[in-house]
């Protein structure tokens, strides 16, 4: 069945690149998401990737997609205390209305 | 600016007692969805509408119920609450079509069930 599968907790300093990794099983995918959720709030779409793409930037954003290994990353670059948060990744199934989430990785920033 | 507002931001029920969760969305959007989120679990689907008066069951549909009377509109019904259903609660809104499938969420209810 369709699964999402990201790191629970990722530890880095402030200045330094943030790498969070996600494994998905669906290979129809048609979009792939980053959704941050930060403390007593709802989740908002960080960015997304559409499935014929390799790689997408938004300024300190990278997401990278390896289609093969059906293998997501977001890199956030020169990290700060505001992007302390839970991102989750997440796919939408083609042709459905499920969008499918993965646990969330809650990611601390050191000052 | 698009907003999806959750009527109750906590709520502490007893067993047993039944739960109202609203939600409402001013941007026109055919879908909207609830999910429960817990730690560890990620987002659940419970259950999602289409269209007024349409629903479909997600993944984890046992002990509610949904209602979609007007399209702005979707509610989320515990019968009987339970302690297991102690949890946050989380509505989003999306396109039906041509769109990325963005998902628009609530703040979230967090309900505590006693």
Known sequence: GEDVEQSLFLSVREGDSSVINCTYTDSSSTYLYWYKQEPGAGLQLLTYIFSNMDMKQDQRLTVLLNKKDKHLSLRIADTQTGDSAIYFCAESITGGFKTIFGAGTRLFVKA | ?114
């Open chain 2, 1 to 114: 600016d698009v907003k999806v507002t959750q009527s109750s931001r906590y709520l502490v029920k007893r067993t047993g007692e039944k739960v109202f969760l609203e939600c409402v969305q001013d941007m026109d959007h055919e879908n909207m969805f609830w999910y429960r989120q817990d730690p560890g679990l990620g987002l659940r689907l419970i259950y999602f509408s289409y269209d007024v008066k349409m629903k479909e069951k997600g993944d984890i549909p046992e002990g509610y119920s949904v209602s979609r009377e007007k399209k702005e509109r979707f509610s989320l019904i515990l019968e009987s609450a339970s302690t297991n259903q102690t949890s946050m609660y989380l509505c989003a809104s999306s396109l039906s079509q041509g769109g990325t499938g963005e998902l628009f969420f609530g703040e979230g209810s967090r309900l505590t069930v006693l």
